[in-house]
């Protein structure tokens, strides 16, 4: 049976402009070019229903590129650009090309530019979740249920988390740690919760399997493995195995990433898996599934998963897992089939009396990369039948993030042949498409026929993604020569979120939208359909300065919710077209210390949601001491004890007051890394891939004694980062390049941020930095860029508000945003957020020069200046506040216990007037919660 209710998609084929260079690069095809003048008259036809970004610049393979391809000697070694890795030994096949391998410079195509979000300043960011543990980190998705105001977390490192969304109280449900394979991009990947969860208090939880090898290598062998844990009241009561019961029952993972995982809950109640091809993500060579010298490990994949090791071609098999969209019956994790009686509509390639747990049976789709993200549509109307449509989040390889929209049973989204809009050029270009190498395991088709990307260009119909973005701007060059871009006015690099907006409390022109998120760019954008699955216009939403990695629907607000990996924080997007209170962020440069203890308070951060002007920010230092009217003030505490600081901050409609928490008298520590440097974030160590180990020594001083110490190192891999790739707590280790994760990426552009994070006896912590970078490199400096709101009229105490968005590097390389405001307040490197967006308030009238610093992670820095000048404000000409603390006395009095990032609404001065009937959606904002600083993370 098929879902009759779902719509016709349309092929890549459909969408392609170019079958004439196609037909001519295979000879196989050349009967295409009979048909030509056919497909021109149908090009307009066509060109009405593709999406504005297929229209795309395409460039021949340049000079160097082709010059690698003459490279046919058996004793000729390829080698990665910079001459230290050789990428294919001595090898009868051409060298592939490399991105490295081009003059640069692309061309950009005549798509729509996205249209920009009108509403912004309805928009507020509010936080759930408090009094959390350094635990809570690391985090890879979340699943609201539907009925019991609960929201279930997953970290990477194997931990499931309760959170109450009437509390906001955080728990720790299930610890699996110890069967978690948790180094790469693998570890927790997926959390989903059953449909209405009072009734169905069913958790699922997808994670990759410990290694099968011995010791866990980063390239490893391994699987996907999907537990259902019962819920008794917030407690788990059971734990059932569905998917990866043995590692022949999933998908064969033969390196260190692409091991998808996503889950969502089908309308049907059926629930729908994603599974990544476990491949190499090489770009110098396409994994086909043969031997490697660089991956010994993962180049026993046959051994392991006999008949499957295939490389990236697994994802057009339908005899494994490997690549797939799967579906299942969540309570036993068969196929669902015939004889089903639970289910009306049934998997495409069931047949009679099969097993239901073979990889046809469960198939539903097919043709994925790495499928890290997943959301089912919600239903148009009620005559819709079975288990709906999955939107896919693949991340791509070369150029293209994709959008793949699933609307009928048995579709092929042709990875790794296709890509985006276009075949992939790595794989369509690839020597080991060569039938005559024996040496290599194919797909085969249903009459024995070997697969390969000439055979699934000819043969097989794929479908085009409903929606996709590039990696790439006018300015930088694409993979394989290809060298295009698209006209949409932004870029990305990783897919990490899709769900859908169906709610009423977002302008109408939001509804029904779907929203998607990129985990390196660090955005949210929508883009409309046509109401059949189809794209129809892209539009902005909400630039980011940390990493994303989930979005999701919250039943009780409907608001869209998104999941901040490194800082471990979950966010909500709340609108409301009414007078709001300002958003508060409080910050210190010290929190302990001896006495006396100077303290240099501050407010950057703060905004108010519709661009109100503030009418004052006032602090009371908790110390007996009178209040300072003043955003950034300095307090010296000159006895010993715990403090309250609480700053309030008035709009002239709210009040939102926050808390800091200053203790004096003990000692803190200061953490030292002697090795591999200096400790400090610009400091650079250089090393050798040929370099087997590096020393890290570690000590401290100040605090009270013993000290404990935590070694967190993330890859950093172009423009984002790879959650602990290695962590250690040992004060003084030795490890290999290859403990640190770089036997992942070998030929990569990637170096190390490593992190030491000290903690005393007292609990009080220390942090420290430094960066390990590889030999042979060369780095183009970012490209700073700055503006500012307002742009004139600014008073002392006013939020400024400052957007680097603009800032780009030519490399695709994280950059560090370092700011220096001009009196004497500096903005410095955080790993939790890329301070790309900030907010800071002058105390005192001039004209101050603003610099920005930026810095790519290979150690290369340009700077950008502005001159702001402010005039006198409310810190010159305070208002009269005895009225505001009598009436903020005469209120129940808050607990000195409050936690540091907890916010209160707080009366209003009284030359200004309440606004009344407020909604709930003020008193979630006004319990808003600072990011957590913990120091854990992905990807």
Same mark, same amino acid.
């Given at each position: ?6 719509? *016709? ?32 008259? $149908? ?39 910079? #001459? ?37 300043? !309805?928009? /507020?960011?509010?936080?759930? !979740? ?36 009437? *509390? ?67 407690? $788990? ?41 476990? @491949? ?28 499957? +090791? ?11 897992? !490997? ?32 097993? $239901? ?17 997943? #959301? ?22 070369? @150029? ?101 907006? /169906? ?25 409309? *359909? ?42 909500? $997007? ?95 520590? *200061? ?55 290695? /962590? ?106 890329? +301070? ?12 101050? #020069? ?83 600083? @913990? ?5």
């Amino acid at each position: 049976e098929t879902n009759a209710s779902q719509s *016709t998609p349309l092929s890549h084929k459909q969408y392609y402009f170019t079958p004439i260079s196609y037909a001519k690069k295979y000879s196989n095809m050349r009967r295409i070019s009979i048909f030509l003048a056919v497909f021109f008259l $149908l090009a307009a036809v066509w060109a009405k229903n593709e999406p504005q970004t297929d229209r795309i610049a395409v460039e021949p393979l340049s000079p160097q590129c082709l010059a690698r391809q003459v490279n046919t000697l058996e004793t000729t070694t390829c080698y990665q650009w910079n #001459n230290q890795v050789p990428i294919n030994g001595p090898s009868p096949y051409p060298c592939p090309c490399l991105d490295n391998d081009k003059d640069g410079g692309c061309f950009p195509g005549t798509g729509e530019v996205e249209k920009p979000n009108e509403f912004t300043l !309805g928009f /507020t960011d509010y936080t759930i !979740g408090k009094d959390s543990t350094d635990e809570f980190s690391s985090l890879t998705a979340m699943a609201f249920t539907d009925n019991t105001n609960e929201i279930y977390v997953l970290s990477k490192a194997g931990l499931v988390f309760r959170v109450d969304t009437n *509390t906001e109280k955080i728990t720790k449900f299930h610890d699996f740690s110890d069967q978690v394979h948790n180094f790469g991009d693998y570890g927790g990947l997926s959390i989903e919760v059953h449909t209405d969860f009072k009734t169905n208090p069913f958790v699922y939880v997808s994670y990759v399997n410990g290694s099968l090898v011995e010791g866990n290598d980063i390239n490893t062998l391994s699987f996907v493995k999907v537990l259902r844990l019962t819920s008794n009241n917030g407690v $788990l009561s059971e734990q059932k195995i569905i998917l990866g019961q043995t590692s022949l029952d999933s998908n064969p993972l033969c390196s260190s990433s692409h091991a998808g995982g996503a889950l969502a809950m089908g309308h049907d109640g059926s629930l729908f898996i994603t599974l990544g091809e476990g @491949s190499h993500f090489d770009t110098d060579v396409m994994d086909f599934g043969q031997y490697q010298d660089r991956y010994p490990v993962s180049s026993r994949c046959g051994e392991f998963f006999p008949g499957q +090791n295939m490389g990236a071609m697994k994802a057009q098999s339908l005899d494994t897992l !490997g690549g797939k969209l799967i579906r299942i019956d969540p309570e036993t994790g068969n196929g669902i089939c015939s004889g089903n009686a639970k289910f009306s509509v049934y998997n495409p390639y069931c047949t009679p009396n099969m097993d $239901l747990r073979s990889p046809r049976a469960r198939i539903w789709a097919l043709g994925f990369r790495n499928p890290f993200s997943m #959301n089912v549509r919600p239903k148009q109307d009620n005559s819709e039948t079975g288990p709906g449509v999955p939107y896919v989040g693949d991340v791509g390889l070369g @150029s293209f993030e994709e959008i793949n929209a699933v609307t009928q049973s048995g579709q092929n989204f042709g990875w790794p042949c296709w890509e985006g809009p276009l075949p992939m050029g790595g794989y369509k270009d690839s020597p080991l498409n060569d039938l005559a190498n024996t040496t290599i395991v194919r797909p085969k088709d249903e009459q024995g026929n070997l697969i390969n990307c000439p055979y699934v260009y000819k043969n097989v119909v794929t479908q085009h993604p409903i929606y996709y973005w590039s990696r790439y701007t006018h300015d930088m060059g694409g993979l394989y020569g290809e060298q295009y871009v698209l006209g949409a006015g932004f870029t990305g690099n990783c897919v990490s979120g899709v769900t859908f907006y /169906t709610g009423d409390k977002y302008p109408p022109s939001f509804k029904n939208q779907v929203f998607f998120a990129d985990y390196g760019t660090q955005w949210i954008k929508s883009f409309s *359909t046509d109401g059949v699955d189809q794209f129809k216009s892209q539009f902005q939403f909400k630039d980011l300065s940390v990493p994303v990695v989930d979005l999701e629907i919250n039943p009780k607000t409907g608001d869209v919710c998104y999941l901040e990996l490194l800082g471990g924080v979950i966010h909500c $997007l709340g609108y409301t077209n009414a007078a709001q209170p300002p958003f508060v962020v409080a910050g210190t440069n010290v929190t302990g210390g001896e006495a006396p203890l100077y303290v240099k308070f501050n407010l950057d951060g703060t905004y108010d949601p519709r661009a109100n002007p503030t009418k004052f920010a006032v602090w009371n230092f908790g110390d007996g001491t009178p209040y300072v009217v003043d955003p950034n003030p300095t307090h010296v505490y000159n006895a010993s004890g715990t403090y309250t600081a609480t700053v309030y901050v008035n709009n002239g409609n709210f009040t939102t007051s926050k808390t800091v928490t200053i203790k004096v008298g003990d000692p803190v520590p *200061t953490a030292i890394m002697t090795a591999p440097a200096a400790g400090n974030v610009d400091s650079f160590t250089f090393f050798n891939y040929k370099q087997e180990d590096l020393t890290f020594d570690a000590s401290a001083t100040g605090g009270t004694a013993p000290y404990t110490y935590y070694w967190d190192v993330y890859m950093v891999h172009t423009n984002h980062y790879h959650p602990q790739s290695s /962590t250690n707590t040992n004060p003084n280790f030795v490890a290999s390049l290859n403990d640190l994760g770089a036997a992942s990426h070998i030929g990569e552009r990637i170096n190390f941020l490593v992190i030491l994070k000290v903690t005393d006896a007292k609990g009080y912590t220390s942090q420290t930095y430094s960066r390990l970078n590889v030999d042979g490199w060369t780095s183009n400096a970012p490209k700073p860029s700055f503006v500012y709101s307002p742009d004139t009229g600014i008073s002392a105490g006013q939020p400024v508000s400052f957007d680097a968005s603009k800032t780009v590097d030519f490399d695709l390389d994280t950059i560090t945003y370092v700011w220096d405001f001009g009196d004497g307040s500096v903005i410095s490197f955080d790993p939790q957020q890329n +301070n790309r967006f900030i907010t800071h308030s002058y105390s005192q009238p001039g004209t101050y #020069n603003v610099k920005l610093t930026t810095y790519d992670n290979w150690g290369v820095d340009a700077e950008a200046t502005s001159v702001i000048t402010v005039s006198a404000g409310y810190v010159q000409n305070p208002p009269d506040l005895t009225k505001f603390f009598e009436d903020l006395a005469a209120q129940p009095s808050t607990s000195s216990s409050t936690p540091i990032d907890q916010a209160s609404t707080a009366p209003v001065i009284p030359v200004t007037t309440q606004m009344s009937g407020s909604s709930s959606l003020y008193t979630s904002i006004s319990l808003i919660v600072s990011i957590a600083v @913990s120091m854990v993370v992905l990807l």
